[in-house]
């Protein structure tokens, strides 16, 4: 397995009733060059747990719990930020707005690592002015993390 965006694809699928007014279907990250940006993901929930007690005995519980969270790291002068952006502005300036987007990663042969579905931005991403460029972290919230 190998750890940089250049070795895999990010894809971020906007749904439909976004389409027309982001004038996107998708948007893509990775896969070039020398990429130095980054996509992680993380579980809300433990899988399996263990509860026990003060007789010695315990028990095992799973979650099928998929809910959590995604974060894209991209340089701050990544024309993607423009598009991410757009998209913020877009769900919060909408009241009718009710599916995330999907976000697949997917390595170099087209197989699917990661599907992170209905995501929505947490916030917009800070941003720091100074002498040399720095990165926006986007961070969404999942509604379903499925690791393949």
Not at 18 to 32: F, K, N, P
Not at 107 to 128: G, M, Q, R, Y
Request: charged share 20%; proline share 3%; hydrophobic share 35%.
């Amino acid at each position: 397995m190998k750890y940089s965006l250049v070795d895999y694809v990010l894809t971020i699928s906007i749904p439909q009733k976004l389409r027309s007014a982001l004038g996107l279907t998708t948007i893509s990250v990775g896969g070039e060059g020398t990429y130095l940006d980054s996509f992680s993901f993380s579980m809300n929930t433990d899988t399996w747990s263990i509860n026990g007690d003060n007789t010695g005995s315990y028990i095992h519980t799973k979650s099928l719990d998929r809910t959590g969270s995604s974060e894209l790291v991209l340089n701050q002068l990544a024309p993607k930020v423009i598009q991410l952006t757009r998209l913020f502005n877009l769900y919060f300036s909408s009241d009718v707005i009710d599916e995330g987007v999907t976000m697949t990663l997917s390595d170099a042969d087209s197989n699917t690592v990661v599907t992170c579905s209905d995501c929505f931005i947490k916030k917009l991403p800070n941003i720091e002015i100074q002498g040399t460029p720095t990165t926006r972290r986007w961070t969404f919230n999942c509604g379903k993390i499925v690791v393949n």
